[in-house]
């Protein structure tokens, strides 16, 4: 089946470490997003990347980085910059030919940092 | 820019009542609009979507039209279940190809 990947669904890091958070897709989108949510909360764009080796910030970039070095995968780091990183985190995915930006999501990733 | 507006929650009903979440928008053109919904613990589901002026979507008895005299796209279901007790979200695109979402409508239905 055609989906998204997200893993791992729970992680739980030490104040101060960096952590990596997989989104991996294989609808062969060109287009991948990282968002945050936190409780009873909206979402948050993180970074987007619409071409491999490519990627822009979006609203809260401050403290993480991404990489696209391949199509199907757009890995998250949170840094130790990043002042409050305990936050559900949502990948997602979209063609970008076509009007629809139809957004395809990850089933997330529920980070905890104490 | 394209934004969106939609009621703040939480909608709490009874079982077999009518739902409506308001959702409404500004937008250049006539962009492709949807609800996305979000079981507790899990990723966003695209629930229903309309790519032009008066079309109406639908899925699992939900129901939204896509108004431009308005600029609306209510969502709304005849007879909610327990099992639709979630957080929807209304959604556009912007210039580019990402998405606008709105804050989000918790709706909490008991039996």
């Known amino acids: 089946d055609g989906g998204i990947t997200q893993s791992p669904k729970y992680l739980f890091r030490k104040e101060g470490q960096n952590v990596t958070l997989s989104c991996e897709q294989n609808?062969?989108?060109?287009?991948m997003y990282w968002y945050r949510q936190d409780p009873g909360q909206g979402l948050r764009l993180i970074y987007y990347?619409?071409?491999?080796?490519?990627?822009q910030k979006g609203d809260i970039a401050e403290g993480y980085s991404v990489s696209r070095e391949k199509k199907e995968s757009f890995p998250l780091t949170v840094t130790s910059a990043q002042k409050n990183p305990t936050a559900f985190y949502l990948c997602?995915?979209?063609?970008?030919?076509?009007?629809?930006?139809?957004?395809?999501f990850g089933p997330g990733t529920r980070l905890t940092v104490t | 820019g394209n934004s969106v507006t939609q009621m703040e929650g939480p909608v709490t009903l009874s079982e077999e009542a009518f739902l409506t979440i308001n959702c409404t928008y500004t937008?250049?053109?006539?962009?492709?609009l949807f609800w996305y919904v979000q079981y507790p613990g899990e990723g966003l589901q695209l629930l229903l979507k309309?790519?032009?002026?008066?079309d109406k979507g639908s899925n699992k008895g939900f129901e939204a039209t896509y108004r431009k005299e308005t600029t609306s796209f209510h969502l709304e279901k005849g007879s909610v279940q327990v099992s639709d007790s979630a957080v929807y979200f209304c959604?556009?695109?912007?210039?580019?190809?990402?998405?606008?979402f709105g804050t989000g409508t918790r709706l909490q239905v008991f039996p």
């Open positions: 997602a995915s979209s063609r970008t030919s076509g009007n629809s930006y139809e957004q395809y």
């Open positions: 609808l062969n989108h060109d287009a």
């Open positions: 990347s619409q071409i491999v080796n490519d990627f």
């Open positions: 937008a250049t053109g006539y962009p492709s």
């Open positions: 309309a790519t032009k002026a008066d």
């Open positions: 959604a556009l695109p912007d210039n580019t190809d990402k998405l606008i």
